[in-house]
């Protein structure tokens, strides 16, 4: 339950007296006319009087009138769709009330629309009773009559004519009917009833009606109305204490205040609502000297949740929208409640610092990005202003896309305003708008903060990445956190980085020659060139054993044993890198270059000369500078059987 008490009141409407447009005298046609019902549509607003007389007053403020009943006018039913009036009124005394159809696409020349339908209302009671409500659907195919006895009769066919149709009696009830609503929906067709004691709804699509009750109380007359489809086609009823709203299968929400409400009506996403102030407004005296009472009208913003204007008015006898404006029938003068521009309500709610409101407000009226950027960017100065930085960081992550993000990152560069920036950061970062320097400094802000956690949530559990690796992995190696650097160069294959860090700051020379192995033929082989020496003099006995891999035939370590292309059908494909190109990896290590060379001619007989005459030198050396005889009788060996294998004359 909302009390409306708590809600803000502004003045986004303008009370204006309806004057002439030619002498700007104040409009008197609806003087000495005693109007007993009024309604608007198709470009005019019509009124019925106690005489039987219809009026028709246009846009330029000319009125019209024709005798449509001997007594009284006392239902009018303008149709939305069709240029088509309803309307019921007496004749004769005592008997029951005759409704006619008007079909305003059809005048004579005296401007009278062609009455194309006259039918009794017929009452479900054997009694004439008076007529309490009445209501037409949109594809004038039903109407609707409610009575003073409580019943309701439904009449079903073609509207504008009496032939064919069918008439039946679907509710009867003690109390007066007090409002009478269809609602369509996409296979349905229903009837709001409500009387002085009861809500109800029927589904009148099939033969028979069927009722389900909404509620054990009701409203009074003229307290109905049905909502627009921004707060979803309701049936809205008020009473002393409440506004309710309706759906079809039961009660929704209320707006609690109290007070006698005489009348509802529905404009453009508003409730209006005529009653009696609890306050004691002076009444007004007439140039003939009669007192008038004051009657409030208030018109709420049902969304928005704010009283959109109140203001009172001497005797209301009804409101009407038409010409794209509201109007109030007070007394016997016509009022006029232009409602002001979308910007200048803005401003004015600007003036007052009520920001949240302003962009409630702009959102249902549809406002542009660009306007709502605007807001937001108002209410995040103002916040930031104010000290609030949590909240105006709120607002400036909505600007993201449109305000340029330096605007927002100068203001939080203090240090103690670290957290806002960080959020801001994020959320550049997850609408993929952040560039290198943002990346660079939403890292740099985990870092100082030692938030491990986000650390670990920006960079190994994303799915999808959001910012620039390298830059990220820069970052991450300078801040001394290695680990998120060599999983990001791991995970998108930034090769030289991993291996950097993983031999320059780590000094894993494992790890790091282990990420070779997995690479593919041409990344081990540039990588290894790379990196050969400084791995050949930490771990001599598993870089050989690399490169004898990838001398001859590599396959990276972590390869399936058959390819597609071998289960194809294919011939494998054989990767062998120059062994001669790797000779001086060894430079250091005269006994894993032997160990390397010796492999090569053993596996490739036809290694290059470079190779046999390397390993030749080596031999000769180490026979000139050992001192066991047998090693040496090896050595010689060795370099006679190599000697078959090269031309010794290039030796000298």
Not at 26 to 47: A, E, F, H, R
Not at 427 to 444: G, I, P, R, V
Not at 455 to 463: A, C, G, Q, V, Y
């Amino acid at each position: 339950m909302a009390f409306l008490q708590q809600w803000r009141r502004f003045n986004f409407f303008d009370k204006e007296v309806v004057k002439h447009p030619d002498t700007n005298q104040i409009y008197d046609k609806l003087k000495g006319i005693n109007i007993s019902v009024c309604t608007s549509g198709k470009g005019q607003i019509i009124v019925g009087d106690y005489e039987g007389n219809l009026y028709f007053i246009d846009r330029n403020l000319q009125i019209s009138s024709f005798p449509a009943y001997e007594q009284v006018v006392t239902q009018i039913f303008q149709l939305r769709q069709h240029n088509v009036l309803v309307t019921i009124g007496q004749d004769e005394s005592g008997i029951n009330p005759v409704i006619k159809v008007w079909n305003f696409d059809k005048v004579d020349r005296m401007g009278i629309p062609k009455c194309s339908r006259i039918t009794r209302a017929l009452p479900g009671t054997m009694n004439p009773s008076r007529v309490t409500a009445l209501s037409v659907s949109d594809n004038m195919n039903m109407m609707a009559v409610g009575f003073e006895d409580g019943t309701v009769t439904l009449i079903k066919g073609d509207v504008t004519v009496e032939r064919h149709s069918k008439t039946k009696t679907i509710h009867s009830g003690g109390k007066p009917v007090t409002g009478l609503y269809f609602r369509h929906t996409q296979r349905n067709t229903y009837l709001f009833v409500v009387t002085e004691n009861m809500v109800l709804s029927y589904n009148v699509t099939g033969k028979d009606a069927k009722k389900e009750v909404l509620d054990q109380h009701g409203c009074s007359q003229r307290c109905t109305v049905m909502s627009d489809s921004t707060q979803d086609c309701q049936l809205i009823i008020g009473r002393h204490d409440a506004v309710y709203f309706y759906h079809l299968d039961g009660r929704g929400p209320c707006l609690a205040f109290e007070g006698e409400k005489r009348l509802l009506h529905w404009y453009r996403g508003y409730l209006i609502v005529v009653g009696k102030d609890s306050k004691n407004i002076p009444r007004v005296q007439t140039s003939s000297g009669q007192t008038r009472h004051m009657d409030i009208v208030t018109v709420y913003d049902i969304q928005n949740k704010f009283i959109a204007y109140s203001g009172p008015f001497p005797e209301v006898v009804d409101v009407v929208c038409e010409w794209g404006s509201l109007y109030v029938i007070a007394g016997d003068k016509l009022f006029q409640l232009p409602e002001k521009d979308t910007q200048t309500k803005l401003e004015m709610l600007f003036k007052k610092n009520l920001y949240v409101v302003a962009i409630n407000l702009a959102k249902s009226q549809h406002y542009d990005e660009d306007g709502l950027v605007d807001i937001f960017t108002q209410y995040g100065d103002h916040l930031y202003n104010k000290g609030d930085h949590d909240g105006a960081i709120g607002q400036y992550i909505r600007t993201i896309g449109n305000l340029e993000p330096s605007y927002v990152i100068r203001k939080f560069l203090d240090a103690q305003r670290i957290h806002n920036l960080t959020a801001y950061l994020q959320a550049l970062h997850t609408k993929s708008l952040a560039n290198e320097d943002h990346t660079t400094l939403l890292l740099n802000c985990y870092t100082k903060l030692k938030d491990n956690t986000k650390l670990d949530e920006f960079i190994m559990t994303k799915d999808k990445v959001d910012f620039d690796v390298e830059t990220a992995i820069k970052v991450c190696r300078q801040a001394g956190y290695y680990k998120h650097a060599l999983f990001l160069a791991e995970k998108h294959d930034q090769h030289d980085w991993y291996l950097k860090i993983q031999l320059e700051d780590i000094k894993d020379w494992q790890k790091a020659l282990q990420y070779i192995s997995r690479l593919n033929f041409e990344g081990a082989e540039s990588n290894m060139k790379k990196y050969g020496k400084t791995l050949m003099s930490e771990v001599p006995t598993e870089t050989t054993e690399l490169l004898k891999s990838l001398c001859t035939d590599y396959k990276p370590k972590d390869a399936p044993i058959v390819d597609q292309d071998m289960m194809a059908g294919g011939i494998p494909t054989v990767n062998r890198a120059a062994a001669e190109e790797f000779i001086h990896i060894f430079v250091n290590n005269s006994r894993k270059l032997m160990e390397f060379l010796e492999h090569m001619t053993t596996v490739q007989p036809n290694s290059p000369e470079i190779i046999y005459n390397t390993l030749l030198e080596l031999y000769l050396h180490d026979m000139a500078h050992e001192s066991d005889s047998r090693l040496q009788v090896r050595l010689e060996e060795k370099s006679m059987n190599l000697m078959q294998h090269i031309d010794v004359s290039k030796l000298w």
